[in-house]
């Protein structure tokens, strides 16, 4: 397996041009595996490759290195083709939203959720389904969670740390609980954090979650890119 060290780094590309080997090269290099310019978590963490924005023929034979016989991944970027052999499965347009500009703010009543609060937060995730967390995701990053009666009702953490951004992702609430401004709260308080170690805040959402997006802009973040995730099956 290459090392990173043999890695090529592009250092032309700004961080959250790409993001997840930014984070597996820096603050997540605990989590990385890597064949040649292809980088992946370890999938207990969470599925992410990270790749050059235009895949080589070298790239793609690495990439089906790491993912193993008919393994899928989301490729980030436009134009992808992949080789014979591969399959593309879909196309999803998404956003990148910088949040510079959002207006954060501590908040007393979150907890801090640990590595034995996983079952309910995995229960809250199925329930909810925000996007995928894996077992030990919460090991990205700082989780902050919001309890009635004991029972977890809505979190939102970091996931993603590309050099000097830290991402926030897994916002949500139960069905029972929203419409209270749950969302807006935990987004704040999770870049609270991440602005007190001197990161800035952003985020991913698919294109056509609306609402979600409305709420992030009046939060203060604003659309940095628009891409496109294209899953593909190795073959």
């Not at 949040?99 to 640990?114: C, F, I, K, M, Y």
């Not at 996007?131 to 700082?142: L, Q, S, V, Y």
Request: glycine share 10%.
């Amino acid at each position: 397996m290459t090392t990173e060290s043999a890695i090529d780094v592009e250092i032309s590309l700004h961080p959250l041009d790409d993001p997840v080997r930014s984070s597996l090269r820096g603050v997540h290099r605990r989590f990385a595996a890597w064949e040649g310019r292809i980088g992946r978590y370890d999938p207990e963490v969470a599925r992410f490759f990270g790749h050059p924005p235009v895949l080589e023929e070298r790239d793609w034979t690495d990439l089906a290195t790491l993912l193993g016989p008919g393994g899928v991944t989301a490729l980030r970027g436009h134009g992808h083709v992949p080789p014979e052999g591969w399959t593309v499965l879909d196309t999803i347009e998404s956003l990148q939203m910088d949040g510079s500009g959002l207006r954060v703010a501590h908040d007393p009543d979150l907890e801090v959720l640990t590595t034995a609060d996983v079952p309910e937060i995995l229960e809250l995730i199925a329930r909810t389904e925000p996007g995928p967390f894996a077992p030990r995701t919460i090991e990205m990053g700082t989780y902050l969670g919001l309890r009635s009666e004991g029972r977890l009702i809505a979190m939102a953490g970091e996931r993603l740390r590309p050099q000097g951004w830290t991402e926030i992702s897994a916002v949500c609430t139960d069905a029972d609980f929203r419409g209270r401004g749950l969302a807006s709260r935990l987004i704040r308080a999770v870049g609270a954090g991440i602005r007190a170690r001197g990161d800035i805040p952003f985020l991913h959402a698919v294109a056509h979650n609306t609402t979600a997006i409305s709420l992030y802009e009046t939060l203060g973040f604003t659309l940095r890119k628009r891409s496109q995730l294209t899953f593909v099956q190795a073959p």
